[in-house]
Structure formats: structure tokens, C-alpha cells
């Protein structure tokens, strides 16, 4: 009887005990939300929920909702070896922006993160600091070189933002494309050669993009300053 009663009082305090969550289950939902729904669909309440916590208890690992996002990428990008570099300047700024490019591909929700502005991975700011090196050792300055990685990370950020909406326009074939649809013959003295193009856009949007081809473009225009001060 008084056995019985032990038990059923450690029942108790069993059923009323939190659940004990680790660090580890909390960024493993967070991901999951992030690459099924999107960096909006992310807070502390809907993690809680998934791993069958109060967000209150979150509050014992993560302090807000930034650093949860900072923890989700933390360490991914050592998950990819690095690439081995060529030895040019020139080549190992390409190098490594096309490395960039393909590392977030295979990682797309990453790119929603990273759009925030503030957020990063300590691993990755290898690419930074080689594309700044290389390109001040083919003679810009500091601050070109750094301007330089910004338009290399505008251009591969902005290409994988828009693979990433022409795979949803995709997914919905009913959507109406409205370029070049709206333009009107009144239109062709205004937009001439949009006007000329109308008929070919389709298949130049949908036409297989040479990133390597376009980046090495930039680089070389980029790296012009140099010869130019």
C-alpha cells in the first residue's frame, strides 16, 4: 500500500516536471522552421512549441531571437572544406566568391538569415578576409577592396534571392508574369529595346545563367581601379 502511494507521488511530480530540452533540439527545430516556412515563421513561441517547451524555458539557452538565429548557422560553413585556391590574386578572389555562391546554394534558407543584415557565421568570414586580401594584393586599396567584396556578395546574395523567387513563381503556374506582358506598342519609342526584347524575354529569363561567367566579369571590372589610380 505505502509502496503503491511512493509510486503514484513520483508519477506526480514526474507528469508536473518540464520537460528538459537541450540546446541542440532547439536549433534543430528552429532549422527545420527555417527551411520549411521561412525566417518570418521563426520566433520563440513557435520553437517552443515545437520541442514541447515553454519559451520561457528557451530563455535558459538562447537570449533572443537573434542569437537563435545565430546559433542555427553557427558552424555550417566548416561542414564544406574549403576549396583549394588558385595561387593569382585575381583567380582566388573568383575562387572564392564562386565558393560563396556554391556553398549557399546547397543551403538556401541560409540566405534568408543572412539578409537580416547582422547575422553570421564566425567560420565563414575565412571568404571575406581572402577575397579583401587578394584583391588589395592586385593593388587596390583598402577600402576598394573592401568595396569590391560588397559587390561580390551584392551580386551572389542577390542571384540566390532570385533563384530563390523563380522557384516559387514556379511552383504557382497560374501566376501571370507581368513583364513583358504590360508593355504596349505606345511603349516601344519609351522602352526601345525592352520593346525588341519582348518576344525573346521569356527564354533569356529562363536561359541557364553563367555565374562563373558573370562574376569573373565583375571581378575583372572591379579589379580596373587599380590600374586606373
Not at 547582422?118 to 593593388?139: H, R
Not at 573592401?146 to 559587390?151: D, I
Not at 526584347?197 to 579589379?223: C, H, I, K, N
Amino acid at each position: 500500500m505505502a509502496e503503491n502511494q511512493a509510486r503514484e507521488r513520483t508519477a506526480k511530480r514526474a507528469a508536473g516536471r518540464p520537460r528538459r530540452i537541450e540546446a541542440g533540439q532547439i536549433v534543430a527545430a528552429a532549422r527545420r522552421i527555417l527551411q520549411e516556412e521561412g525566417v518570418e515563421a521563426v520566433s520563440m513561441r513557435r520553437v517552443a512549441k515545437e520541442v514541447g517547451a515553454t519559451p520561457m524555458a528557451l530563455y535558459h539557452h538562447v537570449r533572443d531571437k537573434r542569437e537563435l538565429l545565430m546559433l542555427t548557422i553557427s558552424g555550417l560553413a566548416a561542414t564544406v572544406p574549403r576549396p583549394e585556391l588558385p595561387t593569382a590574386p585575381r583567380d582566388r578572389v573568383l575562387a572564392t566568391a564562386l565558393h560563396m555562391h556554391a556553398l549557399l546554394s546547397g543551403m538556401p534558407w541560409v540566405v534568408d538569415v543572412l539578409s537580416l543584415g547582422d547575422i553570421t557565421d564566425k567560420n565563414a568570414l575565412w571568404m571575406p578576409e581572402e577575397i579583401i586580401d587578394s584583391a588589395m594584393a592586385c593593388g587596390l586599396t583598402q577600402e576598394q577592396a573592401v568595396f569590391a567584396y560588397r559587390t561580390l556578395w551584392y551580386v551572389v546574395h542577390g542571384d540566390l534571392v532570385f533563384r530563390r523567387a523563380a522557384a516559387r513563381r514556379g511552383a504557382d503556374p497560374d501566376r501571370p508574369d507581368l513583364f513583358p506582358t504590360l508593355l504596349t506598342p505606345e511603349d516601344a519609342d519609351r522602352y526601345p529595346r525592352l520593346t525588341a526584347l519582348s518576344e525573346r524575354w521569356e527564354d533569356l529569363a529562363t536561359a541557364d545563367y553563367d555565374v562563373a561567367g558573370q562574376l569573373a566579369a565583375v571581378v575583372d571590372g572591379l579589379l580596373t581601379q587599380a590600374r586606373r589610380d
